[in-house]
DNA sequence: CCCGGACATTGACCCAAGTCAAGAAACCAT
DNA sequence: ATGGTTTCTTGACTTGGGTCAATGTCCGGG
């Protein structure tokens, strides 16, 4: 069974073969096995948090299904979300060890992990996995660096049309189309949690909504989820240019 | 010449030998040959802006001497620096286009360059290459996710004594010492361009700084010349760990 | 030495978002 | 259904940092 093939849980690599399969989509049969042989596949449950220090967790991941978060906390407990991790994101990093992060499980969460040096090993032997993991890490760079433009400078208006944007975005590379029009999500995170990944609190989060909801760019249906009525509406609140420059 | 000797420019990679002898430490006589082969210099006036779109821009390259910074900009003008550009460190992205991002030099600048197509060559040909690319992509994102704590969550106060030690920081490595004491800095920053970094206004970071100044946590000599009385004091304004988390 | 322009400081005022606190809705497990 | 818990909304009030505007300081060139 190759990395990107269906495992037992509900949406295995197929249902986003982007970059599970950019992995080893230009690997060689025995290469893929390599890759079998050694990943393990681990689950947590919704509220889970893990503490990934570089040095502790002796391997690396990416996501299979559910949603986390990513997030670096001061000592006094300010906590600010430095990522979303959706499924085929990646987590942690080959070689030495970097900044420690939190990993807080959103929903239940299903990951398939590589054990470090057997991993690094066959990066060493396979160039393709290396190249790939770059271009992953470039992307996932200019995504860090344009939320940096948001928490710098938007306001909790466009912070919100942001956040509602990426996972609109998100939602619709999973059907393989583009965003726009009329847009059903479902939110995978609390206010509280939009509100860490947005630095803001979840009170100035729930007004938000709630002024957005008033003046019709959003619906809501329970708390979760949200009816985009007119996408390219949103995304002016949103202050990004039309196309929208989030890759990961 | 291999890339990491002197040039004629006063400060060329022998001053800060981490990143750009880390780009060829481990490569063979040949493939620094081939390294030295494709690359040339180009110089950059204080004030200078270049607009690096992944595509108009076909070379990658590296900061010999000054210092720039990275801006994310968005259509009605605010703009947000995600990145400071010392020597030895890299810009732009090998593989297709990324984001477009505005360099500024904030002094006189003379930059490494390296056109895309050969370096690509040599990457694929080269495995410690990209390697090390893959190394230093990791530390700029662990760099830019600590930034997002800072930008979301800390105040005006401990932003500036954030940036305040980074540079401390970037001076003490230079010197291949640790941080510590009472320390003499020069920013190569105007207020104007500290408030780009740190999501504030120029006008509060005057403020901040009079404040700090006031405090007695730093001297002012001149406009860019900054005393450290003490630099662990200083931290703890920052609300860091004591160890300092930014490598890059 | 003095002038002009760029850069920096300081003050007065304002507003977006934070804080504190009370309820209301939704979501369980019995 | 029912009660208890968690999550969300809303209101009243405060405040950190933004805005606008006036000065001040530094530095290079004539």
Redesign the pocket.
Known sequence: MTIHEKVDAPMQCGSCPIRHRAVCARCEADELAALDAIKFYRSFQA?QTVIWAGDQMDFVASVVTGVATLNQVMEDGRTQTVGLLFPSDFVGRPGRSGSPYNVVAETDLLMCCFRKKPFEELMARTPHIAQRLLEMTLDELDAAREWMLLLGR??????IASLLAIIARRDAALHLNTPSGRMVIE?P?????M?AYL????????????AL?REGLIE?S???TVIIPDYEALMIEAGEDADGGLPA
């Open positions: 509220g938007k306001t909790a208006r466009e912070k939110l995170l609390t206010r509280e949690a509100a630095g803001l609190t979840l009170e100035t989060v729930s007004r938000q909504m709630s909801k809501l329970g708390k979760r």
